[in-house]
T-cell receptor, first 116, second 109 residues
Framework: EPEVTQTPSHQVTQMGQEVILRCVPISNHLYFYWYRQILGQKVEFLVS????????KSEIFDDQFSVERPDGSNFTLKIRSTKLEDSAMYFC??????????????FGEGSRLTVL | GQSLEQPSEVTAVEGAIVQINCTYQ??????LSWYQQHDGGAPTFLSY????GLEETGRFSSFLSRSDSYGYLLLQELQMKDSASYFCADPGGGNKLTFGTGTQLKVEL
């Protein structure tokens, strides 16, 4: 069964360092997303990406964050200068259609980011 | 703004039926999805209600009432493996899934 894969599963970094989280969405999906979940809290939307551009982003997704689809398979989230409050589980997701339709997103297992 | 509120925790016994409620206040409400999450892992899609009424998928059913801004997930014949967190979510009219506060379900013997 096709699945969304994410690497690394866990990354520890020092405050102020740059981090890149990688995702391989399901191959025939067209919409890609990043969400995050701070421990014990709800899942929060960060950004959606379609046709090689950002289609929507939340207020969390400030100038420190960027996304890229560098090739036909990978989808990356970059945090330029990490802060302690960026510590969270980051989930990549993909879907066949945009979220205006049945909200079936396929999520990866997540990348846990710990900022020290 | 958008908010979807759920009880933080529900406990039930194996074999029982449990209902997890979700009340929402959203602008441009589109419909209600439900996701399951085990131990902080990947959220997994369970169901989607675009229209009022009950949708049934095996042991799980989901209900929506737009007039009451309310929905619920009904789990029947509970099994130990159903112990997980459950989130309602609004897909929105755009490309942004807004999740509820989440309910941790504990199934006991």
């Amino acid at each position: 069964e096709p699945e969304v894969t994410q690497t690394p599963s866990h990354q520890v970094t020092q405050m102020g360092q740059e981090v890149i989280l990688r995702c391989v969405p399901i191959s025939n999906h067209l919409y890609f997303y990043w969400y995050r979940q701070i421990l014990g809290q709800k899942v929060e939307f960060l950004v959606s990406f379609y046709n090689n551009e950002i289609s929507e982003k939340s207020e969390i997704f400030d100038d420190q964050f960027s996304v890229e689809r560098p090739d036909g398979s990978n989808f990356t989230l970059k945090i330029r200068s990490t802060k302690l409050e960026d510590s969270a589980m980051y989930f990549c997701a993909s879907s066949v259609r945009g979220q205006g339709f049945p909200g079936e997103l396929f999520f990866g297992e997540g990348s846990r980011l710990t900022v020290l | 703004g958008q908010s979807l509120e759920q009880p933080s925790e529900v406990t039930a016994v194996e074999g029982a039926i449990v209902q997890i409620n979700c009340t929402y206040q959203t602008s441009g409400f589109y419909g209600l999805s439900w996701y399951q999450q085990h131990d902080g892992g990947a959220p997994t899609f369970l169901s989607y209600n675009a229209l009022d009424g009950l949708e049934e998928t095996g042991r799980f059913s989901s209900f929506l009432s737009r007039s009451d801004s309310y929905g619920y997930l009904l789990l029947q014949e509970l099994q130990m493996k159903d112990s997980a967190s459950y989130f309602c979510a609004d897909p929105g009219g755009g490309n942004k899934l807004t999740f509820g506060t989440g309910t941790q379900l504990k199934v006991e013997l």
